[in-house]
Protein backbone atom coordinates (compact mmCIF):
# COMPACT_ATOMS: atom_id res chain seq x y z
CA UNK A 1 0.00 0.00 0.00
CA UNK A 2 3.01 2.67 0.76
CA UNK A 3 6.43 2.48 -0.11
CA UNK A 4 9.14 5.07 0.79
CA UNK A 5 11.67 5.09 -1.20
CA UNK A 6 15.09 6.83 -0.06
CA UNK A 7 13.71 10.26 1.19
CA UNK A 8 15.36 13.39 2.71
CA UNK A 9 13.75 15.88 4.47
CA UNK A 10 14.91 19.06 6.19
CA UNK A 11 13.88 22.27 8.29
CA UNK A 12 15.97 25.01 6.45
CA UNK A 13 19.29 23.74 6.04
CA UNK A 14 19.18 20.97 9.23
CA UNK A 15 18.30 17.97 7.76
CA UNK A 16 16.11 15.73 9.53
CA UNK A 17 15.49 12.11 7.49
CA UNK A 18 18.50 11.19 5.34
CA UNK A 19 17.48 8.48 2.96
CA UNK A 20 14.74 6.69 4.95
CA UNK A 21 12.71 3.63 3.16
CA UNK A 22 9.64 1.72 4.41
CA UNK A 23 6.98 -0.60 3.39
CA UNK A 24 3.35 -0.93 4.68
CA UNK A 25 1.13 -3.98 2.94
CA UNK A 26 -2.47 -3.66 3.38
CA UNK A 27 -4.32 -4.19 6.86
CA UNK A 28 -1.04 -3.83 8.55
CA UNK A 29 0.32 -2.38 11.88
CA UNK A 30 3.50 -0.95 11.46
CA UNK A 31 4.90 0.80 14.01
CA UNK A 32 8.16 3.31 14.53
CA UNK A 33 10.21 3.59 17.59
CA UNK A 34 13.44 5.60 18.24
CA UNK A 35 14.84 8.69 20.80
CA UNK A 36 12.95 11.63 20.92
CA UNK A 37 14.80 13.43 18.13
CA UNK A 38 15.25 10.80 15.98
CA UNK A 39 12.58 12.15 13.12
CA UNK A 40 9.69 9.80 13.77
CA UNK A 41 7.27 13.04 13.76
CA UNK A 42 8.95 14.40 10.91
CA UNK A 43 8.76 10.76 8.57
CA UNK A 44 4.89 11.38 9.70
CA UNK A 45 4.72 14.86 8.46
CA UNK A 46 6.37 14.33 5.16
CA UNK A 47 3.81 11.47 4.66
CA UNK A 48 0.91 13.67 5.06
CA UNK A 49 2.81 16.70 3.37
CA UNK A 50 2.85 19.13 6.11
CA UNK A 51 6.94 18.97 5.83
CA UNK A 52 7.54 17.34 1.94
CA UNK A 53 10.61 15.66 1.44
CA UNK A 54 13.63 17.62 -0.64
CA UNK A 55 14.11 14.18 -2.29
CA UNK A 56 13.25 10.99 -2.65
CA UNK A 57 9.94 9.46 -3.41
CA UNK A 58 6.64 8.11 -1.25
CA UNK A 59 3.81 5.98 -3.43
CA UNK A 60 0.62 5.47 -2.43
CA UNK A 61 -1.05 2.54 -3.49
CA UNK A 62 1.52 3.15 -6.36
CA UNK A 63 0.57 6.88 -6.90
CA UNK A 64 3.12 9.74 -6.45
CA UNK A 65 2.52 11.62 -3.70
CA UNK A 66 5.82 13.77 -2.23
CA UNK A 67 4.86 16.48 -4.37
CA UNK A 68 1.16 16.66 -2.75
CA UNK A 69 -0.12 19.21 -0.92
CA UNK A 70 -1.95 17.53 2.22
CA UNK A 71 -5.56 18.35 1.53
CA UNK A 72 -4.69 16.57 -1.76
CA UNK A 73 -3.23 13.52 0.37
CA UNK A 74 -6.13 13.40 2.50
CA UNK A 75 -8.50 13.00 -0.07
CA UNK A 76 -6.64 10.04 -1.32
CA UNK A 77 -6.92 8.00 1.58
CA UNK A 78 -4.28 9.49 4.56
CA UNK A 79 -4.97 10.75 8.05
CA UNK A 80 -3.10 11.49 10.19
CA UNK A 81 -3.39 11.83 14.02
CA UNK A 82 -1.14 14.91 14.92
CA UNK A 83 0.67 14.20 18.31
CA UNK A 84 -0.81 16.53 21.31
CA UNK A 85 -4.17 15.36 19.72
CA UNK A 86 -5.07 19.15 18.46
CA UNK A 87 -8.88 19.15 18.92
CA UNK A 88 -10.76 22.22 18.20
CA UNK A 89 -11.63 23.16 21.74
CA UNK A 90 -14.25 26.29 21.07
CA UNK A 91 -16.43 23.38 19.02
CA UNK A 92 -18.65 20.49 20.33
CA UNK A 93 -17.33 16.70 20.20
CA UNK A 94 -20.50 16.23 17.01
CA UNK A 95 -19.19 19.59 15.97
CA UNK A 96 -15.79 18.09 15.80
CA UNK A 97 -16.37 15.20 13.92
CA UNK A 98 -18.40 17.13 11.70
CA UNK A 99 -15.27 18.92 10.75
CA UNK A 100 -13.34 15.85 10.21
CA UNK A 101 -16.50 14.95 7.54
CA UNK A 102 -15.57 17.70 5.36
CA UNK A 103 -14.13 15.03 2.59
CA UNK A 104 -17.19 12.29 3.22
CA UNK A 105 -19.90 15.17 2.05
CA UNK A 106 -18.14 16.52 -0.52
CA UNK A 107 -16.07 13.61 -2.30
CA UNK A 108 -16.99 10.38 -0.59
CA UNK A 109 -20.73 9.98 -0.41
CA UNK A 110 -22.31 13.02 1.07
CA UNK A 111 -24.23 13.85 4.09
CA UNK A 112 -25.25 10.16 4.43
CA UNK A 113 -21.91 8.70 4.45
CA UNK A 114 -20.96 10.83 6.93
CA UNK A 115 -23.67 10.27 9.32
CA UNK A 116 -22.80 6.37 8.64
CA UNK A 117 -18.84 7.23 9.68
CA UNK A 118 -20.12 9.19 12.65
CA UNK A 119 -22.18 6.73 14.08
CA UNK A 120 -19.25 4.33 13.42
CA UNK A 121 -17.26 6.61 15.64
CA UNK A 122 -19.72 6.52 18.02
CA UNK A 123 -19.82 2.52 18.21
CA UNK A 124 -15.95 2.51 18.62
CA UNK A 125 -16.00 5.12 21.33
CA UNK A 126 -19.43 5.22 23.14
CA UNK A 127 -17.64 8.15 25.42
CA UNK A 128 -17.41 10.65 22.53
CA UNK A 129 -21.65 9.76 22.40
CA UNK A 130 -22.34 10.10 25.86
CA UNK A 131 -20.41 13.68 25.20
CA UNK A 132 -21.46 14.72 21.76
CA UNK A 133 -22.83 17.67 22.82
CA UNK A 134 -20.06 18.89 25.30
CA UNK A 135 -17.12 21.15 24.43
CA UNK A 136 -13.88 19.21 22.77
CA UNK A 137 -11.40 21.82 25.42
CA UNK A 138 -13.63 20.08 28.70
CA UNK A 139 -12.96 16.49 27.87
CA UNK A 140 -10.02 14.27 29.79
CA UNK A 141 -6.90 13.81 27.79
CA UNK A 142 -8.07 10.51 27.40
CA UNK A 143 -10.88 11.55 25.30
CA UNK A 144 -10.05 14.26 23.34
CA UNK A 145 -7.13 11.31 22.36
CA UNK A 146 -10.40 9.38 21.11
CA UNK A 147 -11.76 12.58 19.39
CA UNK A 148 -9.08 12.70 17.74
CA UNK A 149 -8.62 9.76 16.42
CA UNK A 150 -12.42 10.08 15.68
CA UNK A 151 -12.15 13.00 13.80
CA UNK A 152 -9.43 11.48 11.61
CA UNK A 153 -11.58 8.34 10.93
CA UNK A 154 -14.40 10.09 9.60
CA UNK A 155 -12.27 10.69 6.21
CA UNK A 156 -12.69 7.19 6.16
CA UNK A 157 -8.78 6.42 5.29
CA UNK A 158 -7.28 3.57 4.29
CA UNK A 159 -3.68 4.70 5.96
CA UNK A 160 -4.32 5.74 9.46
CA UNK A 161 -0.94 8.14 10.78
CA UNK A 162 -0.99 7.37 14.74
CA UNK A 163 2.00 9.92 16.40
CA UNK A 164 2.06 9.26 20.25
CA UNK A 165 -1.44 8.37 21.24
CA UNK A 166 -0.77 6.59 24.37
CA UNK A 167 1.09 10.32 25.12
CA UNK A 168 -0.02 11.54 29.32
CA UNK A 169 -2.82 8.83 29.27
CA UNK A 170 -3.42 6.61 32.48
CA UNK A 171 -2.84 2.86 31.42
CA UNK A 172 -6.53 1.99 31.04
CA UNK A 173 -7.07 4.45 28.54
CA UNK A 174 -4.09 3.57 27.01
CA UNK A 175 -5.54 -0.19 26.51
CA UNK A 176 -8.68 0.88 25.01
CA UNK A 177 -7.04 3.15 22.83
CA UNK A 178 -4.90 0.43 21.66
CA UNK A 179 -7.65 -2.15 21.67
CA UNK A 180 -9.13 0.10 18.78
CA UNK A 181 -6.07 0.39 16.86
CA UNK A 182 -6.09 -3.42 16.68
CA UNK A 183 -9.84 -3.55 15.62
CA UNK A 184 -9.66 -1.10 12.79
CA UNK A 185 -6.44 -2.97 11.57
CA UNK A 186 -8.17 -6.41 12.14
CA UNK A 187 -11.75 -5.88 11.67
CA UNK A 188 -11.70 -2.66 8.68
CA UNK A 189 -8.41 -3.67 7.43
CA UNK A 190 -7.34 -0.29 7.91
CA UNK A 191 -3.49 0.48 7.32
CA UNK A 192 -1.77 1.82 10.52
CA UNK A 193 1.76 3.51 11.23
CA UNK A 194 2.11 4.03 14.42
CA UNK A 195 4.88 6.03 16.49
CA UNK A 196 4.74 5.09 20.31
CA UNK A 197 6.72 5.47 23.44
CA UNK A 198 5.72 2.76 24.51
CA UNK A 199 8.23 0.44 22.32
CA UNK A 200 6.98 -2.19 24.17
CA UNK A 201 3.25 -1.72 23.85
CA UNK A 202 3.69 -0.82 20.14
CA UNK A 203 5.85 -3.57 19.52
CA UNK A 204 3.12 -5.98 21.15
CA UNK A 205 0.58 -4.47 19.02
CA UNK A 206 2.50 -4.52 15.57
CA UNK A 207 2.59 -6.73 12.87
CA UNK A 208 6.41 -5.20 12.09
CA UNK A 209 8.56 -2.36 13.16
CA UNK A 210 11.48 0.08 12.58
CA UNK A 211 13.99 1.58 14.01
CA UNK A 212 14.94 5.48 13.33
CA UNK A 213 17.87 6.82 14.85
CA UNK A 214 19.37 10.65 14.07
CA UNK A 215 17.56 10.75 10.93
CA UNK A 216 18.42 7.06 9.79
CA UNK A 217 16.59 3.86 9.21
CA UNK A 218 18.76 1.73 11.05
CA UNK A 219 16.72 -1.45 11.90
CA UNK A 220 13.87 -3.24 10.71
CA UNK A 221 11.81 -6.63 11.38
CA UNK A 222 8.70 -8.40 12.49
CA UNK A 223 7.82 -7.02 15.99
CA UNK A 224 8.82 -10.55 17.31
CA UNK A 225 12.37 -10.09 16.27
CA UNK A 226 12.56 -6.64 17.33
CA UNK A 227 11.15 -7.30 21.05
CA UNK A 228 14.17 -10.11 20.97
CA UNK A 229 16.72 -7.75 19.49
CA UNK A 230 19.37 -7.13 22.65
CA UNK A 231 19.76 -3.91 21.06
CA UNK A 232 16.54 -2.68 21.18
CA UNK A 233 16.26 -4.47 24.43
CA UNK A 234 18.89 -2.28 25.88
CA UNK A 235 17.71 1.13 24.06
CA UNK A 236 13.90 1.26 24.53
CA UNK A 237 12.64 -2.04 26.54
CA UNK A 238 14.33 -1.56 29.36
CA UNK A 239 13.20 -2.16 32.94
CA UNK A 240 12.68 0.97 33.74
CA UNK A 241 10.01 1.42 31.10
CA UNK A 242 6.82 1.80 31.71
CA UNK A 243 4.95 -1.31 30.30
CA UNK A 244 1.48 -0.32 30.06
CA UNK A 245 0.55 -3.44 27.56
CA UNK A 246 0.85 -5.61 30.54
CA UNK A 247 -0.73 -3.81 33.32
Known sequence: ?????????????????????????????VTLIGANGAGKTTLLNSLSGVVPPRSGEILFQNVPIHALLPHQIVRLGISQVAEGRQVFKPFS????LELGAYLSRKFLGGKDKAR??????????PQLHERKNQLAGTLSGGQQQMLAIGRALMA???????DEPSM???PMIVQEIFRVIAALSRENKTTILLVEQNAKAALKLAHRGYVLENGRMILEGSAAELLENKDVQR?????????????
Not at 93 to 96: C, I, L, R, S
Not at 235 to 247: F, S
Request: glycine share 6%; aromatic share 10%.
Open 1 to 29: MLRIKNINTFYGKAQALKNVSLHLAQGEI
Open 156 to 162: EPKLLLL
Open 116 to 125: QKKEFVYHLF
Open 235 to 247: AYLGKDKKEIWER
Open 168 to 170: GLA
Open 93 to 96: VDDN
